[in-house]
């Protein structure tokens, strides 16, 4: 019975099941919060040695998002996302070629055709592609919003303008920030955010002079003005 006995016991140390599963409470913006002011929740569990699972609710249970990480700390994204309205309609899905280093965006109409697609560089976060479709499942037309001047103009922009963050400049930090904002149907830019960071002291300074931007010109799909969003990288580096 000894070899049997040691067996069993090596099953149960590599298993791993619902018993760890962590649950978390957020308020409207995200932000961690007591489950009585709580709009979302997340149940997070490991599934494997490589692969930890997140699914998100709406605080009555409905499903908001699924999604798989290969970290414990839920950073580093594989495999499919996939994001739900209150009332159960897929609404986009994501899914990151960790491989080949792109993540694959696709938005629905509620009939279930495809609205758009994008592609993202996971490391940049910079747009590699783009196509968008009619209701009916037609190709739209498209252009892409541009800083006036073009990439180049803009990052000197941003270049002339950053004020490299003391605490950053005194702790000898360098790093890059990614930042995404949306271009509104005007050009202006609005909802800046860092996706990923080297380095939290940097944050504050890319927002900052992202949101300064003058505005770019706006996309155009089918003949009509749209807001986008949009990625970029900002690199941080002492002289």
């Given at each position: 019975m000894k070899p049997l006995f040691f067996l069993l016991f090596i099953f149960s140390f590599k298993s791993f099941s619902q018993?760890?599963?962590?649950r978390l409470y957020f308020d409207e913006n995200w932000a961690e919060t007591t489950k009585n002011d709580a709009k979302y929740y997340s149940i997070r569990y490991q599934v494997n040695d490589s692969l930890w699972q997140m699914n998100?609710?709406?605080?009555?249970?409905?499903?908001?998002?699924?999604?798989?990480?290969?970290d414990s700390g839920y950073e580093n994204e594989i495999g499919e996302f996939r994001y739900y309205s209150e009332d159960g309609?897929?609404?986009?899905?994501?899914?990151?070629?960790?491989?080949?280093?792109?993540?694959?965006?696709?938005?629905?109409?509620?009939?279930?055709?495809?609205?758009?697609?994008?592609?993202?560089?996971?490391?940049?976060?910079?747009?590699?592609?783009?196509?968008?479709?009619?209701?009916?499942?037609?190709e739209s037309s498209f252009i892409e919003p541009a800083f006036k001047g073009g990439i180049r103009e803009m990052y000197s922009f941003i270049s002339n303008r950053t004020r490299y963050p003391k605490a950053a400049r005194k702790r000898n930090i360098e790093g890059q920030v990614f930042v995404k904002f949306v271009i509104e149907k005007d050009g202006s830019i609005g909802d800046v955010s860092i996706t990923k960071s080297e380095?939290?002291?940097?944050?504050?300074?890319?927002?900052?002079?992202?949101?300064?931007?003058?505005?770019?010109?706006?996309?155009?799909?089918?003949?009509?003005?749209?807001?986008?969003?949009?990625?970029?990288?900002?690199?941080?580096?002492?002289?």
């Open positions: 018993t760890d599963t962590t998100d609710h709406f605080i009555d249970g409905r499903v908001q998002m699924t999604g798989t990480y290969m309609f897929l609404e986009s899905s994501k899914h990151y070629y960790t491989k080949e280093k792109f993540v694959q965006e696709i938005h629905y109409y509620r009939n279930g055709q495809v609205d758009a697609i994008h592609e993202y560089n996971i490391e940049t976060g910079r747009l590699i592609f783009s196509k968008y479709f009619k209701e009916n499942g037609d380095n939290v002291l940097l944050n504050e300074e890319a927002k900052r002079v992202v949101s300064i931007m003058p505005k770019w010109i706006p996309g155009n799909r089918d003949g009509n003005l749209i807001r986008l969003y949009y990625r970029i990288p900002i690199v941080f580096q002492l002289q």
